[in-house]
């Protein structure tokens, strides 16, 4: 017997599934039945489970309690930006008047909607410094495809066909080398500098007349800002590249730089980070990617442009004329695009700009109060996140992963763990701006009792977890024996 | 109000607070940890408005709401890939839990078994659905879907040349085309009705029930693409699957599918769910995450993320995909949907939507100046009706009776190209949403165009 | 100690010969190979019959977070490939030398093996020694 019967979620839905229960009724029938087609085709064999309302309810309600979650607990995982996710944003998208409109109806009939998004693609353009944006790239990565698909159209379109080249850093995010591949492009590798920032010197000797450009994350996957920023910048548009903006750490700099200013061509935003909509388990996101004029005309379809007439501006979806095409099957995600609107409305400019302060104050907050125990690779200010490492425990038996795993213990989520790949043993902490001091304080205090304990009793660190719902899993097993959905028992 | 002091309730940390922390640091001001950039970019005028207070926002964002016409305001027979179904209400409200809305990916198993055993069960029940092997967590919508599964069935089958019916989504194959466009991969639109399809083809690629509504023979298909060593990539409607022999059952290789009707409200397109199966023989060359199940130290049940090294982080710019970010919130919304309709509640919405849909169809076809020239065989929930007059001026009328029409389908992507007998061709949607009482109210204001 | 009855490359390969009048060599990973990339899920192996060039990648290795290449020490036909491997690549984890072979390999020229290191190069060239 399962503690608590069914509200344990050791039972699976088919497991749970009981001939007869339901979960819902369905309304009658109330036109003429109408013949059906040749039973050839019919359906006999839909294995669904068979369960009622409230144990559906109970059940996922079980699982929820499973999770960690920004809610209930601190979630400095590096480079994902876990700050606090507002409830208006949601009250907002759940409206009936953007959550229940059909993306096909006629524009007369969506102008709402179509305001928001022209309203908001103005103010993504003016916190990054750029004249174009499309907001229908549905995530980072898939903002990154469009960006960089744009920057094969434009070079095509100059008649210069031999770019095949892209520059990527070393401490990139995996995505930066798979949408570059998929677009097309061979990828090579640019090396960081001591201080973490791009190598120049290898950078020069990388652009040539094969170079279509480089993808730049800043600040970087270091939580760095790299001071060389403008000249890559330069040596690149010198050698005849254009630069792609990676988007993911833009919390840093909202209101404090535009990337458009610093020389960046094209760069994704990523709204399920910088712009506070939940992330979900593993999304939507939002990818939006904003241009300089240049790159415009190849912007992904659609974008939503403005007539204005005597009643008053109208609101349309068009495709910009050398378009790489249509990225998704509408107009992007616009529930999400309506939560990062509202979030935008309600800080202003003033409160953009106290969210990249706050979250690089808390982030030098806990380097300083750390780096005497925990090894600081790049010894200097940075931005919104801090990649500390393992290294010094390590000679004891506690690796960056066990820390980890023990900060589950402490009632906190792990940092990101081994990237970027540049760092041993790395532990990225990403605090953001939404977490008070005291619990920055009681973070702090847990990785230096961890450190004591790598010194007393690592072999328990090693252990670790000791307290959540299940211990560290089999993966190995999983991966070389997958089972990957539920099956009747023979 | 002066913005210069603003505090917004989404810090905690008042000014006292953080002077305190700039002091450990050595500093006095925020803005002295800016100074790694260049000074004549820092601190850029940044034209944004004032912030509001939430009740202001609340104000102002019901007033563009309110600009858009809600499909629950009168009757809508728009479908087209973006279907208007019954949400019961616990989809809502258990996916907006904190605990599911606000974790991130479940990197960290031991803290996310919600999360994951949320997605095993997904992974479980579209599999079953679709009558296929392996799905995987999720794909963006179900464009992105078919245009991954169409790169997927390049790399299986090493050949560049696709075959498209032209009944599938003209949506669906521009973004296929986008997807496809730096692979030097040969796009061909074939005819629905002799497929052509070479010993160099990749795969065919249909849609079912197709873009209009229509129920093809994917046995058919699937003998023709394997007869040249070619896959058969199906797109499917999931709630068709609740009454109709899914895609696996004729031997489809890769099945993806739209994933909104399954308890996911339109929202203007999205956000929306990508579904996508395959045969487990192909499994290595599958885009996206999979969950699978194991044991944890103490040899208890748990989920991981697993057969990571197809994925972007680990192989790079090898990966079998760059995604990343998901629609894992939306999974979860689709299982709670599902779990809830259950064998019986699918089947029942599926043959609401079916009978309805006929009961329209008859009825419009018994008007004088309407025809179904597209329905000779047999259709779902869709269904092509040839008008008296431009499908957009019916529409308009339509408008005026609160009364949201079909789509037109005689502008581009849709008519390109169009059959003659269809240059007023409007696409007409009838689900469970539609009471008869609505049937009759559109049958009616088409009867005045004749 | 690596086993000095066979050859070993700098990518981590060994090349044992099994039968020398048929040119008969077995190939497979070291025991470093395997300690670096912990526990193996999955070899991507090539085809019986299929030919393998010096130093030409073989196929891939793959643990639960890692991807690496295969490098064929010899030059030749593929004879046989270890299909234990398929359901049991922790075989590779547990006994890397013998019955964690990857596959056989007839080669063109017994004496490309003499440019191989041997056994103590080998652990000097890994700080075993």
Known sequence: MLKGGSRDTGMLLMERSVPGRAGVVTPPLDVPEQPLPDAAILRDDLALPEVSEPEVVQYFTALSQQNFSIDTHFYPLGSCTMKYNPKINDEIAFLPGFAAIHPLQPPDQSQGALELLHTLQEYLGEITGMSGVSLATLAGAHGELAGVLMMRAYHHAQGDLGRTKMAI???????????????????????????????????????????????????????????????????????????????????????????????????????????????????????????????????????????????????????????????????????????????????????????????????????????????????????????????????????????????????????????????????????????????????IEALRQINRESEDDPDMVHHAPHTTPVSRLDEAGAARHPDLRWRPSV | MTTAHFQSHYIPNTELEQSEMLATLGLTTIDQLFHDIPDEFRNPALNLPEPLSELEIQRELAGLASKNRALGSGPSFLGAGSYHHFIPAIVKALMTRG??????????????????????????????LFGMEVANAGMYDGATSLAEGVLMACRVTNRERVAVSDTVSPA????????????????????????????????????????????????????????????????????????????????????????????????????????????EQYIRQMPSRLVGRTVDSQGRNGYVLTLQTREQHIRRERATSNICTNEALYALASTIYLAAMGRQGLKQVAELCYHKAHYAASQIEALPGYSLPFQRGPFFQEFVVQ???????????????????????????????????????????????NSKQDIDALVAGLAEFN | ??????????????????????????????????????????????????????????????SVKAVSDLFSPVTGRIESVNNELVDHPELVNDDPFDSGWIMRVVLEDLGELDTLMSASEYDEYTGAS
């Open chain 1, 169 to 443: 850093p070393d401490s990139a995010h995996g995505t930066n080398p798979a949408s570059a591949a998929m677009a097309g492009f061979d990828v090579v590798t640019l090396p960081s500098d001591k201080d973490g920032n791009v190598d120049l010197e290898a950078l020069h000797e990388l652009s040539g007349p094969d170079l279509a450009g480089v993808m730049i994350t800043l600040p970087s996957t270091l939580g760095l800002f790299d001071q060389n920023i403008v000249e890559v910048c330069r040596i690149v548009h010198e050698a005849g590249g254009l630069v792609y903006g990676d988007g993911a750490n833009m919390n840093a700099l909202l209101g404090r730089t535009k990337l458009g200013d610093l020389g960046f061509d094209v760069i994704h935003l990523n709204l399920h980070k910088t712009f506070s909509t939940p992330h979900g388990g593993g999304g939507p996101g939002a990818g939006p990617v904003c241009c300089a004029p240049t790159l415009e005309p190849f912007l992904a379809a659609p974008i939503v442009t403005s007539s204005g007439n005597g009643a008053g501006p109208s609101y349309s979806l068009s495709t910009p004329e050398q378009s790489i095409g249509k990225m998704s099957g509408y107009h992007g995600n616009f529930g999400v695009l309506v939560r990062a609107y509202t979030y935008i409305r309600t800080l202003g400019d003033a409160g953009i700009k106290s969210i990249s302060g706050n979250a690089v104050l808390n982030a030098n907050y806990i380097m300083q109060a750390l780096k005497d125990i925990y090894y600081l690779p790049y010894d200097r200010t940075c931005m919104h996140e801090v990649v500390l490492s393992a290294d010094w425990q390590r000679p004891r038996g506690v690796s960056g992963l066990d820390v980890a795993k023990r900060l589950l213990d402490y009632g906190f989520h792990a940092p990101t763990m081994y990237f970027p790949l540049i760092v041993h043993e790395a532990l990225m902490i990403e605090p953001t701006e939404s977490e008070n001091r005291y619990t920055l304080d009681a973070f």
């Open chain 3, 1 to 62: 100690m690596s086993p000095e009855d066979r050859k070993y490359t700098r990518e981590h390969e060994w090349a044992k010969v099994e039968d020398a009048d048929a040119k008969l060599v077995s190939v497979g990973i070291t025991h470093f190979a395997q300690d670096e990339l912990g526990d193996i899920v999955y070899f991507d192996l090539p085809n019986v019959g299929e030919n393998v060039s010096y130093m030409q990648k073989m196929g891939e290795v793959e």
């Open chain 2, 172 to 279: 669906y194959l521009q973004v296929t085309r986008t997807y496809c466009q730096a692979h030097g991969i040969d796009i061909e639109v074939v005819r629905h009705w002799e497929p052509k399809v070479g010993d160099d083809t990749a795969c065919l690629v249909v849609q079912y029930p197709n873009f209009y509504g229509g129920l093809e023979d994917l046995g058919d298909f699937a003998q023709l693409a394997h007869g040249h060593g070619a896959l058969l990539v199906v797109s499917t409607d999931p709630t068709a699957c609740g009454m109709l022999n899914p895609p696996g059952h004729y031997s489809a290789d890769i099945v993806t599918g739209e994933g909104q009707p399954l308890g996911i409200p339109t929202s203007y397109g999205g956000p929306y769910l990508g579904l996508f199966t395959c045969k």
């Open chain 2, 99 to 128: 605990e599911f809305l606000t974790a991130y990916t479940p990197y960290q198993p031991e803290v996310s078994q919600g999360t994951l055993q949320v997605i095993y069960e997904f992974q479980t029940l579209i599999s079953s």
């Open chain 2, 387 to 433: 008008c008296p007059a431009p499908p957009a001026e019916i529409n308009r009328k339509l408008m005026e009776r609160n009364i949201l029409g079909g789509l037109d389908i005689t502008v581009p992507p849709y008519s390109d190209p169009l059959p003659p007998d269809l240059d007023k061709g409007m696409l007409l949607c009838v689900t469970e949403m």
